[in-house]
């Protein structure tokens, strides 16, 4: 279906782009464009029919219901396929109308004609609402992209079998000139139209790839911070492309499209020139390259219409083929890490300017000479060397599980869960602290890792569960694959994800550091002492402040914070306060607070993990649950101050001094994306 709708708007374009003028060969060749356009609709119809068959079969989960009238309906009004099906199926048939005219006067057949055209795109691209492009986000940038693609790979692609007839009509020794010199303008005005078209086909498929593999839609690192960001999303669209099946059939089809656009070069800078000269070998040349182009424009189509009956990467399961990865944010602060990656970036660009002027002869399809060849030479083995260097510098080990997506979110109760496995699992090599003296550690031939330090962040989440089911290679870690569950090892890893950040929590201070959010607060979902459900996300756009108390010691300090809600709510700051573990709760009605009752304790476990200082950096995993801690959420969901409510410390205790930092986040933009609920 998708080679005919192509077909289509290519043949309508060429009508249109020819106009009048040729002489009786060009006529035939209008009416043959014509007459195999009414062909291409019928069976284009005929296609869409079995379509809908298809799709009632497997939407009742019957196949007999393939031709019942009845599910045909049932498809047909409650489905968004058979919304988009209605729309392209009638402009087919108008198509099929228009096409079987009698058209009489140049103007009607000029209008005729522009509305082939028309009916013809609407069947072609109408099609993007029931493809992948109508269930990403954005949406609205999705399905331009697809329609953009579409439309321009019709009007390229879908020409090229008719301009080839077009040749063919030329190739006739007892052609009349006029019908030579005819078609060359037509081609002319083709080519200019195609060269735009390929550009465009390409702008809108990376656009396409990109949504479709899952690759962030927003910077996904700090404003500014070119290097993380851009090899975050570097990253997060290579992966799918090689973890997925979806994923192949992108390489395939880029891979069909260099051998297009290898074709399509020939044809431009070799053939076409030589039509200029008139004779009929020329055309015959131009005709067999032109032939070739469009067979590999099918196979191209073909792999793009297998990609679209494909899950999208974004929506699959990634499993990773390469015992390696290549990764900036775990290789960058290792020693002389930047210096190689400079220096191999001054290789590759060395190499594409030895290679720039042999390549530029080769697309000519000019012969080389022998300093051409030496310095294509030259230029493959500095390619091939600063690209090693290049992946053996930024190259980490990878497992299947790599870029595995978690199945849990990365919530307060998850991690809650995690914290009471690791003392079953963990704690005898890796200790109740997590610093790898357990009370098995000295019998080990390699000492367990120290938990306690930001490992996990050079490491993906798949990477960790890997390890937590398979074993970690190379060290005497054994896998869990039979003792625990898949969503038990989630909670693992999403436990030992915030562990690790704790780590980092300990340079946290009452104090807000300006335009450096780095640390997402986990979410939480709640029922408050009203009965009422509620989620820390839900208060995006308002500062938060997370408040852990226990009576009576902390008496006193809400007592405080009641008497500061007036300002605070001013200042649009929501307050939650939750009890720390045994300890009574608040009385509803007795503060003005967002008082969480189910889900208090899982909140109180996970967020105890945040209380480490550079002062105390725990003795537990759980660590001694401190008299009273607040934490300063800013309005996009991250950690940005702490406060321990202990003796000495009084800053909060200054109702300006906290307000003066709810200030600092009420005014401060967006600097990064918001925490995903879902680990990476």
Known sequence: ????????????????????????????????LRHVSAVLVAAWIALSLVALATQAATVSGRDAAAWQWSEWR???????FGAVWLVRTSAALLLLAVLLWKRKGEHGRRAVMISAWALAVIVQCAAAWSGHGAAVEPTEVALAAVVAHLLFAGLWAGALPWLALGFGYAVRANVADEYRHWMRGVISRFSALATVSVMAVFASGAAMTYLLVGAPTEWPARAGDWLAGTSTAVERVVAPLLSTSFGGWVLVKIGLLLVVLWLASGVRWRELPRL????????????????????AVAALLWAAAVAASTIPAAHDTMVWPLPFRVSLAATWEQPNVPLWVALSSLGLLAAVLLGARPWARVVARKPLGTSDALRALIGVVVLAAA?????????????????????????AVSIARGMALYPVHCAQCHGSAARGNGPLAAKLAKPPIDLSEPHTALHTAGDIYHWLTDGKPDSPMP???????????WDLVNFLRLFSSGYQARILIPQVVQRQPWLGAPNFDYVDAEGRPGALKNFRGHVVLLVFYALPTSQVRLSQLVELQVRMRERGVVVIAVPWPGSP???????????PVDGAAEVAKAYLLLRRTRADAGKTIADEVPAHMEFLIDRFGYVRARWLAEPESQEWRDADRLL??????RDEPRLMPPPDDHVH
Request: hydrophobic content about 40%; proline content about 3%; charged content about 20%.
């Open 1 to 32: 279906m998708l080679a005919s709708a192509s077909s289509l708007v290519g043949a309508q374009t060429l009508l249109l782009m020819s106009g009048t003028g040729g002489g009786t060969t060009a006529s035939r060749w209008r009416d043959s």
């Open 74 to 80: 049932h498809v047909l009004e409650r489905t968004r």
């Open 276 to 295: 200029a000269s008139g004779d009929a070998s020329s055309w015959q040349g131009a005709r067999r390259s032109v032939w070739r182009e469009a067979l």
């Open 387 to 411: 690209t090693g260097i290049m992946f053996w510098t930024l190259a980490v080990p990878a497992y299947p599980q790599t870029y595995l997506r978690s199945a849990v979110a990365y919530d």
């Open 479 to 489: 896998g869990f694959r039979h003792s625990t569950s898949a969503d038990d090892r």
């Open 585 to 595: 709760a608040a009385e509803a009605g007795s503060v003005p607070f967002v008082l």
């Open 660 to 665: 003066r930092q709810i200030d600092l986040l």
